[in-house]
């Protein structure tokens, strides 16, 4: 059965090699609203815990290199700048069960550090699920 405008899916590889542990997080959006969605994965790693990828580019770049983050994770322009920032769970140290709430704010060029901000230094368990 189609349905109109109905588009076929393409299976498109990001990264055949991730370097994560685990894949816990991943999210889409328009970051810096240049007209391409970005992909946004994180996990458990000590060499690339948080990265993100332009498939229609193949363009991808690190966030974060070494970190513990949890599967919930948000994407939005928390301080109005029109660049969207990532909030999402990290473990405060490897095997810890103490929690972090983390925002990661990108540069207009997301090729460029981004910026680290803990919003809440300590809760228990991780964040599963982030909304606003």
Known sequence: MSVPGDKRW???VLDAD???LELDCLNAADIDRDGHVEIIAGGKSDSCALAWFRPDTG????????????VG?????????????????????????T???TWFQPQ??????????????????????ILF
């Open 73 to 97: 994770m948000a994407i939005e322009d928390i301080d109005g700048s029109g660049i969207s920032g990532i909030v999402l769970g990290e473990a405060r140290s490897k095997g810890s069960d």
């Open 18 to 20: 991730f370097p994560a």
């Open 59 to 70: 363009e991808k770049g690190v966030i974060c290199q070494s970190g513990f983050f949890h």
């Open 10 to 12: 393409e299976l498109t």
């Open 99 to 101: 929690w972090m709430l």
């Open 108 to 129: 207009k060029d997301l090729k460029l550090p981004w910026k680290r901000y803990v919003i809440d230094p300590e809760f228990e368990g991780g964040a599963h699920d």
